[in-house]
């Protein structure tokens, strides 16, 4: 297996524009997470969803953050218009924990983001 | 809501010799797992062990083992005969109920040759 993909892995782009993140998770995975890391904040939770539902949205920062999944195989985290503070490593993971309930979390390389 | 603390925010190990990392964690559930990753320079997420909360047996993996005691609400990791490229940032994380993963704020390991 390829492991969970993500694209890009760098995005710079400048304040006001809108970003969208996007992720393969490992395929048969059920469940899928969305991370930030910060060196102000460290990794902390964004998102997360059960087989393509989201289940807890509370590590949103705002309304301009937004993540779909729209299928199995593919999520995207959109934030819009995007701010230099926005500026982080995004990180996409995938479990299956249905099966074999370990809660092992497998991590994309994540998408270096830069807000001018 | 879940906590971990990793007291150390950098250790340094001479190559060969062995090195423990220190974790302890906050939470009232009784069935969890707890995570050791390693953060290299490329940023990549790699899991190094996994610890069954239910598990007494301490979980070992090659040159890695953990002391885990539950009673305490401790997670050490330990690494040895340690090699260049053990070099990286390890996060301890605990997963319970919520699924979700609550991470430590890391320990940057370097090893000297």
């Known amino acids: 297996d390829a492991g969970v993909i993500q694209s890009p892995r760098h995005e710079v782009t400048e304040m006001g524009q809108e970003v969208t993140l996007r992720c393969k998770p490992i395929?048969?995975?059920?469940?899928l997470f969305w991370y930030r890391q910060t060196m102000m904040r460290g990794l902390e939770l964004l998102i997360y969803?059960?087989?393509?539902?989201?289940?807890?949205d509370s590590g949103m920062p705002e309304d301009r953050f937004s993540a779909k999944m729209p299928n199995a195989s593919f999520s995207t985290l959109k934030i819009q218009p995007s701010e230099p503070r926005d500026s982080a490593v995004y990180f996409c993971?995938?479990?299956?924990?249905?099966?074999?309930?370990?809660?092992?979390?497998?991590f994309g390389p994540g998408t270096r983001l830069t807000v001018l | 809501a879940q906590t971990v603390t990793q007291s150390q925010p950098e250790m340094s190990v001479q190559e060969a010799e062995t090195v423990t990392l220190s974790c302890t964690y906050d939470?009232?559930?009784?069935?969890?797992?707890l995570f050791w990753y390693k953060q290299p320079p490329s940023r990549q997420m790699i899991l190094v062990i996994r610890?069954?909360?239910?598990?007494?047996q301490n979980a070992t993996e090659n040159r890695f083992s953990v002391n885990f005691q539950k009673a305490a609400k401790s997670f050490s990791l330990k690494i040895s005969d340690s090699q260049l490229g053990d070099a990286a940032m390890y996060f301890c994380?605990?997963?319970?109920?919520?699924?979700?993963?609550?991470f430590g704020s890391g320990t940057q390991l370097t090893v000297l040759p």
């Open positions: 969803f059960n087989n393509n539902v989201p289940i807890d």
């Open positions: 610890q069954e909360a239910y598990k007494q």
């Open positions: 994380a605990f997963s319970g109920s919520a699924r979700q993963l609550t």
């Open positions: 395929s048969g995975h059920d469940y």
């Open positions: 939470t009232s559930e009784s069935d969890y797992y």
């Open positions: 993971a995938s479990s299956l924990i249905a099966v074999l309930s370990t809660d092992t979390q497998y």
